[in-house]
């Protein structure tokens, strides 16, 4: 009987224990105060940039015999007819029609050549990027004024462990700045104040609750 009473004292003693150093624990992160993420943060006059494993579209006006779809591939180049190899990705499609047109001048008269992106995947540097609790964490292509919900949405939402409200973005553009984020009021409460604008090369961080 003693030994049951010393074990079931020690049990309390134990769960106290944990309960006082959980409550510190979370005491210390309470401590930490991340601004709110700005509501506005599109890029002005923003242009999409090519990235490996994008589709382009090359059209030479009167040479469909030079008119190619082809894939970036992963070191960023592409081959079309008489364009042995083009360094394609970091620029946009205006860039690339021409520097084309460079190349086929050597063989043809005034070449006029319309590049146009079918599919978007885009550099590494402006993917936006999901980790932690959402329901299929994934990077995306970045679109220009993309929001917070265009980026849940297309993840599938939040996992039924995520702390949606303790979510941050880790902001590249702004040299790794982090700013808060409400990911439950906007999702499970329809709070359009908590919906806000990404940037290129964000990175949306959701942690998994506690309890």
């Known amino acids: 009987m003693?030994?049951?009473?010393?074990?079931?004292a020690s049990l309390r003693r134990w769960l106290a224990a944990?309960?006082?150093?959980?409550?510190?624990l979370l005491s210390g992160?309470?401590?930490?105060?991340?601004p709110p993420a700005p509501a506005a943060a599109s890029v002005d006059n923003y242009s999409y940039i090519?990235?490996?494993?994008?589709?382009?579209n090359v059209v030479v006006w009167r040479n469909p015999e030079l008119s190619i779809t082809t894939p970036v591939r992963p070191d960023g180049k592409i081959a079309a007819p008489l364009v042995d190899e083009l360094k394609v990705a970091g620029k946009n499609s205006i860039e690339v029609a021409r520097d084309i047109e460079k190349v086929l001048g050597k063989y043809v008269r005034d070449p006029v050549v319309t590049v146009v992106v079918t599919t978007f995947v885009g550099p590494y540097s402006q993917?936006?990027?999901?980790?932690?609790?959402?329901?299929?964490?994934?990077?995306?292509?970045?679109?220009q004024d993309m929001t917070l919900l265009d980026v849940m949405i297309a993840v599938g939402g939040l996992t039924?462990?995520?702390?949606?409200n303790a979510a941050t973005i880790l902001r590249s553009a702004e040299g790794n700045k982090q700013y808060a984020v409400r990911l439950k009021?906007?999702?499970?409460?329809?709070?359009?104040?908590?919906?806000?604008?990404?940037r290129p090369g964000d990175i949306l961080i959701i942690p998994q609750s506690i309890f």
């Open 2 to 8: 003693s030994v049951g009473k010393l074990g079931l």
């Open 18 to 24: 944990w309960v006082g150093g959980s409550a510190i």
């Open 29 to 34: 992160c309470a401590t930490v105060d991340l």
């Open 50 to 56: 090519i990235g490996p494993g994008d589709t382009l």
């Open 127 to 143: 993917q936006i990027r999901v980790v932690g609790e959402a329901a299929k964490p994934q990077f995306l292509p970045y679109k």
């Open 160 to 164: 039924d462990f995520a702390d949606g």
């Open 185 to 198: 009021d906007l999702i499970k409460r329809g709070d359009v104040s908590a919906n806000v604008q990404v």
